[in-house]
């Protein structure tokens, strides 16, 4: 190759060309670093006809500086991100950074110095290097990393390596991971997970794009499941991506998997230390990561091998990106099983209406596992009307409920409170003058956060301490905490049942892997009675004593922005019912509710999914919403809300006049203030048949506005606020 064309991470710059030095090898994908004027840029080798450009004559091509010591992009991750660019309506340049790690991923190799304690105690200690042989018993680290751990100065750690305490150790930076191995602990599978299992093990064989539905109730093994077609694609020496909703997930599923295969796999996800970023990154690449587990920025990770995609509680929203590129990273991963030619397993107790249809269709394989494993019976689910069965004034739990969880109490069994608000009440107000603690730069109420005694909006994450007095009439003691939060729930649990031994589980007080390690091992040790948490605490968990779960507010999720409203609150309330009686005893739900004879609330009660989804299915279709429609929203935002309205019906008075497309707004998004910018929105119904993304382009690309306005493209959005 004598000229290149470069892909850059920066939209704004275009596509680059660039002359190829003498003695330099580059092939499309390869990973370059070019000058550009006095700076120099980081670009993939990019097929030239695929990304269009002016082309710059032969005599003004600069060199290009490097190539990176990183295999390149391959051919069929270059698709995924040219697929997922056009799909989602996103700059190239975003979704191809996603590719690739660190800077120091890219370079690869190298050591680097960290620390651990010589086994060396002296007599005499100072407290402070007391307290560092106490924390740093098994530790090994940067000095940074332990001064951290021990909460001493790194001044402090330095004098102990003087003194002989601690000792430096070179560590490779590329070092290898541990091998996983197939034949750990291999399970007895009854025969219908014997079977779901069999299918994968001989799709991983086959090395042919298959995406499968794994439907199984919670608790039917879904895991021991799919955890056979991993073992295959590690025998095979195939690398294996299981994505998992959120970070919060990852704690349970390394232990599972460190369970059955003898090591932990290789971890992903934004929080990474940037060594362990680029340790990950390098052996993904060199396909030595046999398994990587991970939140969905894992997806466009350059696998060597790729051999089996996973995404487990495959209907969480949290697939579903909010900033950034727009993606679904459950569609992703399909796509990329497509370009890969592997198999894709989407497991789900509560399937997506969306991947229903498609396996319905014949689009998708459904495996169905229809027993829980072991014998344990589902759940017996009641229903328990709010307006017949009135809590006592000021609390929120009906006598009902307050008697089952006596009951569990005194039999030594585990009860889960379940309602879907971090804090303590969600709006807090003056009684006297009624002022209401709203938050500054977004349309929402400030939320109390007891523990951290501070009034916090869950938006843009604006702050302030709980006041003494009213801000406006600076009456003094007169706030009032109007509805309830989990940490609400936990205070009124307190007061009914003082003796009981209580957790709370959200993501203010679970934002560590020590902390839902800690959770996790106090709820199976059945240190813990009742359990009072957000929707963390709805899917992943096996407590075998865990006998009762208690619906705070069915009713809570049928408010607010979500057109998938019915079917989010099926799914939350199916699959923390799916958290009762998984050992053998049987577990008992209570659903409160003011809405009874609400479909959603009916089909819970009945456990009849198949009507829910008939129903469910209907109200789409009619709707043309999504599978049969399609949806798109534009949101038009700016610090400064004139300009954001005009830029708003500027793009509203040029729409496109479609039979097959109907465009709705703008109007004033239902968050209309966030993070201090006005928000408005156009809403896109178009049907199957319309060539939605190539209309929203040929539509906006003409249009131009002011530099302070930000128009965003969300295709299949799930958040209509
Ligand atoms: P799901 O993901 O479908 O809710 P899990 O895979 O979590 O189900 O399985 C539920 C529980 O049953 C887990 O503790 C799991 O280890 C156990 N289990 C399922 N199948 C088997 C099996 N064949 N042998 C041993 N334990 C099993
Ligand atoms: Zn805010």
């Known amino acids: 190759m004598k000229r290149v064309r470069l892909l850059v991470f920066n939209a704004a710059l275009g596509v680059l060309d660039y002359r190829v030095p003498e003695g330099m090898t580059i092939e499309f994908g390869s990973i370059v670093v ?10 993939i080798v990019w097929e030239p006809e695929r990304l269009s450009g002016k082309e710059v004559p032969e005599s003004k091509l600069r060199p290009l500086l490097e190539v990176m010591p990183a295999p390149p992009i391959p051919d069929r991750l270059r ?26 991923a890219l370079r690869g190799g190298g ?9 060396t105690e002296p007599a005499r200690l100072t407290p402070q290097r007391a307290a560092a042989l106490d924390a740093l018993q098994h530790e090994q680290a940067s000095i940074r990393e332990l001064a951290e751990l021990a909460s001493v ?24 991971y541990p091998a996983a191995r197939p034949e750990f602990a291999v399970p007895q599978l009854n025969d219908e997970q014997r079977a779901a299992a069999d299918i994968f093990v001989s799709a991983v064989t086959a090395r042919k794009f298959a995406p499968f539905l794994l439907d199984g109730v919670t608790g039917s ?6 955890f056979e077609g991993v073992a295959e694609a590690i025998r095979e020496g195939r690398q294996v991506l299981v994505l998992l909703p959120e970070i919060a997930l990852t704690e349970n599923f390394l232990r599972r998997f460190e369970h059955r295969f003898g090591v932990q796999p290789v971890l992903w996800h934004s929080s990474l230390k940037s060594s362990e970023r680029r340790r990950a990154w390098r052996a993904v690449v060199q396909g030595s990561a046999q398994v990587v587990v991970g939140a ?3 997806l466009f990770l350059p696998y060597a091998n790729l051999g089996l995609i996973v995404v487990d509680e495959a209907h969480e929203i949290s697939f579903k990106q909010d900033d950034g590129v727009r993606y679904n990273a459950r569609d992703v991963a399909v796509m990329r099983a497509k370009f890969e030619k592997i198999p894709v397993v989407l497991a789900s107790a509560t399937p997506a ?8 269709a014949g689009v998708y394989r459904k495996i169905d596992l229809a027993g829980r494993y072991g014998g344990a019976q589902l759940p017996d689910i009641q229903i328990l009307d709010l307006r017949a069965e009135v ?3 000021g609390r929120w739990l009906a006598p009902r409920l307050v008697e089952a969880m006596k009951d569990r109490l005194a039999k030594g069994e585990q009860s889960l409170l379940f309602l879907n608000r971090r804090g303590y009440a969600p709006l807090t107000l003056c009684r006297h003058c009624g002022f209401r603690f709203q938050c500054p730069n977004c349309t929402a109420w400030l939320v109390e956060h007891r523990f951290s005694k501070r009034l916090a909006c869950h938006h843009c994450g604006h702050e302030v301490p709980v006041p003494e007095a009213c801000p406006e009439c600076s009456t003094g003691d007169c706030l009032v905490a109007c509805g309830p939060g989990v940490e609400r729930i936990a205070d009124e649990v307190a007061e009914i049942l003082p003796e009981a031994r209580t957790a709370l589980v959200t993501s203010d007080t679970m934002n560590t892997p020590e902390a839902i390690g800690d959770f996790v091992a106090m709820a199976e040790g059945r240190a813990i009675d009742i359990i009072i948490g957000t929707q963390l605490v709805t899917k992943g968990y096996h407590f075998p004593e865990l006998t009762l779960v208690g619906v705070v507010d069915a009713d809570l999720g049928l408010e607010g922005g979500d057109l998938r409203a019915a079917e989010r609150t099926y799914q939350q309330v199916a699959q923390v019912a799916g958290r009762a009686g998984r050992g053998a005893k049987p577990g008992e739900v209570l659903i409160q509710t003011r809405h009874p004879e609400a479909s959603v609330i009916q089909a819970l009660a009945n456990g009849d999914r198949d009507a829910f989804y008939a129903a469910e299915t209907e109200a789409r279709r009619d709707a043309g919403a999504p599978p049969f429609g399609r949806w798109a929203a534009i949101i038009v935002s700016s610090e400064d809300q004139s300009e954001a309205l005009s830029a708003a019906r500027a793009i509203g008075g040029t729409a496109p006049n479609l039979p097959d497309m109907l465009v709705l707004g703008p109007a004033p998004a239902p968050l209309s203030l966030l993070r201090g910018r006005h928000r408005f929105r156009l809403l896109i119904n178009a049907r199957r048949s319309a060539e939605l993304q190539k209309t929203l382009r040929e539509w906006l690309e003409p249009l131009e506005f002011p530099r302070g306005v930000r128009v965003n493209i969300d295709i299949d959005p799930y958040s209509f606020v």
């Open 391 to 393: 809590p006592e004034r």
């Open 34 to 43: 070019a000058p550009l004027g006095p700076r120099q840029v980081l670009g």
């Open 296 to 298: 969905r920025s894992a």
């Open 353 to 360: 209406l969306e991947s229903m249809q498609l396996a319905e």
């Open 79 to 104: 698709r995924l991100i040219e697929w997922t660019a056009d799909y989602y309506c996103a700059p190239l340049s975003s979704v191809a950074r996603m590719a690739l790690g660190s800077m120091a």
């Open 153 to 176: 100065s790194e001044g402090v750690l330095r004098g102990m390596v003087g003194a002989g305490l601690l000792e430096p150790v070179v560590v490779d930076l590329d070092r290898p």
């Open 221 to 226: 093994g879904k895991t021991e499941c799919y």
């Open 111 to 119: 050591t680097t110095t960290e620390y651990r304690l010589t086994g």
